[in-house]
């Protein structure tokens, strides 16, 4: 029997007591009781109805070196990492929108470098932007920039950058990450050993030469 199952057992038997108590028990304080107990229970019901769904942590978007081979590559990956792990659509709007609680980020990749949005991810705090959507004085947002490189959300360099590469392509931009600058030294190796794995696997083997040329003579 599942935990909901039993509640729900639990919360019927609480209403069972109440109707129970209201109709053979005379005192004024247990009939109060009883009451409570049938509106308690009736709750318990109903909020045990409505469906539950699980809070999974939001989904990490893994560099495949083999897939990643261009700009646009980094992008795609970006747009994933953009309305997911990185939860950037939860507060920013890609077009004027009223209820959006940062800044607009529609053609944000062509008015800012890529160094500067990677240092507004990270250090946040280091540049202030108003809300001039109302009249009046322009005042701050209404949420605030968490540093993106740190928990809860804690995205990789390479993540901020596939992301600013998104931001670029979305603005109508050229893409100016590059896949070799965002790579750690370990990345770079695999990518180096990967590519000298499919270059050696294209060269036929001694035997198989070695067995060419005695058929040759």
Same mark, same amino acid.
């Given at each position: 029997?599942?935990?909901?199952?039993?509640?729900?057992?639990?919360?019927?038997?609480?209403?069972?007591?109440?109707?129970?108590?209201?109709?053979?028990?005379?005192?004024?304080?247990?009939?109060?009781?009883? !009451?409570?107990?049938?509106?308690?229970?009736? !709750?318990?019901?109903?909020?045990?109805?409505?469906?539950?769904?699980?809070?999974?942590?939001?989904?990490?978007?893994?560099?495949?070196?083999?897939?990643?081979?261009?700009?646009?590559?980094?992008?795609?990956?970006?747009?994933?990492?953009?309305?997911?792990?990185?939860?950037?659509?939860?507060?920013?709007?890609?077009?004027?929108?009223?209820?959006?609680?940062?800044?607009?980020?529609?053609?944000?990749?062509?008015?800012?470098?890529?160094?500067?949005?990677?240092?507004?991810?990270?250090?946040?705090?280091?540049?202030?932007?108003?809300?001039?959507?109302?009249?009046?004085?322009?005042?701050?947002?209404?949420?605030?920039?968490?540093?993106?490189?740190?928990?809860?959300?804690?995205?990789?360099?390479?993540?901020?950058?596939?992301?600013?590469? !998104?931001?670029?392509?979305?603005?109508?931009?050229?893409?100016?990450?590059?896949?070799?600058?965002?790579?750690?030294?370990?990345?770079?190796?695999?990518?180096?050993?990967?590519?000298?794995?499919?270059?050696?696997?294209?060269?036929?083997? !001694?035997?198989?030469?070695?067995?060419?040329?005695?058929?040759?003579?």
């Amino acid at each position: 029997m599942s935990e909901v199952a039993l509640l729900q057992i639990i919360g019927m038997c609480v209403i069972g007591v109440g109707i129970v108590i209201l109709l053979f028990i005379k005192g004024m304080f247990l009939r109060v009781i009883g !009451f409570v107990a049938m509106v308690l229970g009736a !709750f318990s019901l109903i909020a045990l109805s409505v469906p539950q769904m699980a809070s999974l942590p939001p989904a990490v978007e893994t560099f495949d070196l083999a897939s990643v081979k261009s700009p646009d590559d980094l992008a795609s990956i970006g747009q994933k990492i953009f309305f997911s792990k990185g939860q950037c659509a939860l507060c920013h709007s890609i077009g004027p929108s009223e209820s959006a609680r940062c800044p607009d980020l529609n053609g944000i990749g062509a008015k800012l470098a890529p160094e500067f949005i990677y240092e507004s991810l990270t250090q946040p705090q280091a540049y202030i932007y108003l809300d001039f959507r109302h009249d009046g004085v322009p005042k701050e947002y209404p949420a605030r920039m968490p540093h993106i490189d740190k928990d809860p959300i804690g995205l990789s360099k390479q993540e901020i950058y596939s992301v600013i590469a !998104f931001l670029q392509k979305m603005s109508g931009e050229p893409i100016s990450v590059k896949v070799e600058d965002i790579m750690g030294p370990a990345q770079e190796q695999e990518k180096a050993a990967s590519l000298k794995v499919a270059s050696l696997s294209s060269i036929p083997s !001694f035997e198989k030469i070695e067995k060419t040329s005695s058929v040759d003579r």
